[in-house]
């Protein structure tokens, strides 16, 4: 079984950074990419950064130059987030695309992120 496991997030103050960090864990094999997506209240999960094994990006527009993401090591990606905004708040989700496994990826239960002064 394939495990997500996200830490980091909490109360930061607009201006202000956070890192998150995202470990996948169990029987996964070939990972296709590693990516954050983001769920504020009311509001859509939307796509915020991925990563592929290539190396190749995507950003949101909203959070280009001041979000980064990275994949450190095996299994694991990380996502610094600089300058916060309010808007930048919501519960932040992990996902792993692997070759032979869902669809859809595997998920991390989240981390909230609140951006507030």
């Known amino acids: 079984q394939v495990h997500v496991v996200e830490s980091g997030g909490g109360l930061v103050q607009p201006g202000g950074s956070a890192r998150l960090a995202c470990a996948a864990s169990g029987n996964i094999a070939s990972i296709l990419s590693m990516g954050w997506y983001r769920q504020a209240p009311g509001k859509q999960r939307e796509l915020v950064a991925l990563?592929?094994?290539?190396?190749?990006t995507y950003y949101l527009d909203s959070v280009k130059g001041r979000f980064t993401i990275s994949m450190p090591y095996a299994k694991n990606t990380n996502l610094q987030m600089n300058s916060l905004k309010p808007d930048d708040t919501a519960v932040y989700y992990c996902?792993?695309?692997?070759?032979?496994?869902?669809?859809?990826?595997?998920w991390g239960q989240g981390t909230q992120v609140t951006v507030s002064s």
């Open positions: 996902n792993v695309l692997e070759q032979a496994g869902p669809k859809g990826g595997y």
């Open positions: 990563i592929a094994i290539d190396g190749s």
